[in-house]
């Protein structure tokens, strides 16, 4: 019952693009119908996943038409956790598409982009219940060949060009690492079936296989470095699809993650210890990074990497616990890991869809050039500021809760001899650095996008988004506020989806997370915390009804302009000279040459370190290294004729028994 109801949402997600193709380009109805199609599919199957979490594994079945008739599917409790946020995001992005890529206004790229929202859409959830590598693979290109085709929707704009070709070849690498795990799977395991290896593995088979599946699945997960291709792709998207790429598309590199390591036998401490530092870096280096960006959607794009990095945080400590046998640290991390995951495909979509509505309004991503939003977008500005709380971290939201667990978790390991607590008891200040630059980061973002004067004729003119835009945005609000005031509600369904990480435990009985941590206290802080924010709001609200409105105090200017207040760079500015050493700002000084000088700006830059700085080099010095070959490449048929026949008789040589001829040789004489 429950694998028939997500075949279904898979046929109808996958299919609701098509009615689009027979319609005119310039008739809504195309979009419309894929809308309904795509909610129909989404609501089936969030029922279907609704009933994995409550009920008993199905078990695996054979699809005949999934991976030539080799697919295994089925749905556990892990299956259904991922498949609500895919579904929720999925089918929320589809109703914003309306409002935001309509297709009376986008007749050459709506088409394309419902179709292939649906196909991805499809393909993410088709990996999610696999239960083998034929079935998983198919789901698994199924999603990457459809969000290269989203990335690149505007292929008329060379950004969005190049944004879909670095990314088409990084999840490519990551598809070919991916392959060689499986064959080597295989032949350890006689079976392409998710099951345990047998106890009596070589450990150098356990290592590969680790680091192998540690670098196919995070490289699409986006964890620094192998984040290179998710700045750009992020940016340059339609904004809801940056919001199912981010809040959905590098979970399945974590799904990964969560899905195989535990199949791997006796773990060692090492395992634990490189997640956790990988998840530090990310962490960091992500969230120092996005303070340093000028462009809204790539800044949410390297929050994105810092979520990655928090979540592998807490799955790095789940994996220290199965080396530690320490039951109550696996509990902890996979169930900080696994609430962040829903937590930030809740609130990086509301933060996207929000920047979306942003540049629906004013036609720009620059945050200089923004400025004074929340009043002519109120509610964009309230679901905005509900995000950006929840993505810092703090109560009464989602985000506090799941970075509570990973605190939790680490405390309890930081308080414990040997290795295992030396690891916890470095991570735990990276968390806490984490959340403080994410606050400073927000409050440079919320500042200079809502607060203060527009800065720019395109931030005066803006106007309020439909409600198709804001409507999917408040419901997403709803979920991280739900999360985050009743968090207990959530621990059972986080104990069922953890459960196959506890079975790999050694001692007594299996700890719940409800005696582990105290969700009912953090759920009654967090309600205090909204009655006093509320509190705090309504009497603003009273007081400004019975003051008069005057100008911001203006050191003695009769007339303060918006080039008197603080941009988001002069905020940013002093801990991005903090971090210099690795962000290495590239600062375009004015020129003022004369006595009477032209009008002159200061502007700064900042590049991406992989990309800009290794990956792109690299190929440029290949590039000029083999161009001595180009001259083989003359364009005459004549000359390429020669080459086959150069080619044929060098693969005929190797027909020729030249051995047996220099021995007949030797003999005679």
């Not at 999603?143 to 704009?157: G, H, I, Q, R, Y």
């Not at 930030?344 to 309004?361: E, I, N, Y």
């Not at 490449?633 to 008789?649: E, K, S």
Request: net charge positive; with cysteine; proline share 6%.
């Amino acid at each position: 019952m429950i694998v028939d109801l997500v075949a279904v949402a898979i046929v109808l997600l996958a299919t609701s693009g098509v009615p689009g193709l027979f319609l005119p380009r310039g008739s809504p109805w195309g979009q419309r119908a894929a809308t309904v199609i795509v909610v129909v599919g989404s609501a089936t199957g969030l029922v279907a996943a609704a009933m994995g979490l409550a009920g008993p594994d199905t078990g695996a079945y054979v699809f005949p038409w999934l991976s030539a008739g080799t697919g295994l599917v089925g749905v556990d409790a892990t299956s259904a956790f991922f498949l609500v946020p895919v579904l929720l995001v999925g089918g929320l992005g589809s109703v914003y598409g309306l409002g935001y890529w309509p297709q009376a206004r986008n007749p050459r790229t709506a088409r394309k982009l419902q179709f292939f929202w649906g196909t991805m859409m499809a393909g993410i959830a088709t990996l999610v219940v696999a239960r083998d590598a034929p079935a998983f693979l198919f789901g698994w290109e199924f999603m990457a060949l459809s969000a290269f085709f989203l990335v690149s929707t505007e292929d008329d704009k060379r950004e969005c060009r190049k944004a879909g070709l670095v990314y088409l070849m990084a999840t490519h690498v990551g598809t070919l690492v991916l392959f060689g795990f499986f064959a080597l799977w295989k032949r350890t395991s006689g079976s392409f079936a998710f099951q345990s290896l047998p106890a009596g593995t070589s450990p150098l088979v356990a290592n590969a296989l680790f680091f192998m599946a540690l670098i196919g699945f995070s490289l699409k997960a986006g964890a620094m470095p192998l984040h290179f291709w998710l700045p750009g792709a992020h940016a340059n998207a339609p904004s809801h699809v940056s919001a199912l790429m981010s809040g959905i598309l590098l979970k399945m590199g974590i799904y990964g993650l969560v899905r195989m390591l535990p199949l791997l036998p006796a773990p060692p401490v090492a395992w634990g210890g490189i997640i956790m530092m990988l998840g530090v870096v990310s962490g960091v280096l992500g969230v120092v990074f996005a303070l340093a960006q000028h462009d809204l959607k790539r800044l949410l794009a390297y929050h994105s990497v810092e979520n990655i990095g928090i979540i592998l945080m807490g799955l790095g400590l789940a994996m220290l616990g199965r080396s530690q046998g320490r039951p109550e640290w696996v509990l902890l991390g996979m169930g900080g890991c696994l609430l962040h995951i829903w937590n930030h495909a809740l609130f990086k979509s509301l933060l996207f869809m929000g920047a979306g509505s942003v540049l629906h309004a004013t036609r720009t991503r620059q945050i200089d050039c923004l400025g004074g939003l929340a009043k002519p977008m109120p509610r964009t500005a309230a679901l905005f500021l509900v995000g950006a709380v929840a993505i810092c971290g703090l109560p009464p939201l989602n985000g506090f809760v799941s970075e509570f667990l990973v605190y939790a978790g680490l405390f309890r390991g930081a308080v414990t001899a040997g290795y295992g607590g030396i690891m916890t008891l470095a991570v735990a200040p990276a968390l806490a650095l984490v959340g403080a630059l994410a606050v400073a980061c927000f409050v440079k973002v919320y500042g200079a996008v809502f607060l203060g004067s527009a800065r720019s004729g395109a931030a005066t003119a803006a106007h309020e988004s439909p409600v198709a835009m804001t409507i999917p945005m408040g419901v997403l609000a709803a979920a991280c506020l739900c999360i985050g005031l009743a968090p207990g509600l959530f621990a059972p369904l986080l104990d069922r989806a953890a459960a196959p990480w506890m079975a790999s435990t050694d001692g007594g009985a299996v700890p719940r997370l409800a005696e582990l941590v105290p969700l009912g206290a953090v759920g009654g802080f967090a309600m205090a915390v909204a009655a006093a924010v509320a509190g705090a709001v309504l009497i603003a609200r009273i007081r400004a009804v019975r003051g008069r409105a005057v100008v911001t105090w203006d050191c003695g200017y009769a007339a303060p302009g918006p080039r008197m207040q603080y941009t988001a760079s002069s905020f940013a500015g002093a801990l991005v000279s903090l971090f210099r050493w690795v962000l290495r700002p590239r600062v375009h000084e004015p020129q003022i040459p004369g006595a009477f000088p032209q009008e002159s700006s200061m502007g700064s830059h900042v590049d991406e370190p992989v990309l800009d700085r290794a990956i792109v080099p690299a190929f440029v010095s290949m590039r000029k290294g083999l161009g001595w070959f180009g001259r083989f490449q003359q364009g005459q048929t004549q000359g390429y004729i020669l080459y086959v026949l150069v080619a044929l008789a060098m693969l005929l040589a190797t027909l020729v028994p030249f051995g047996d001829i220099v021995k007949s040789l030797f003999t005679r004489s």
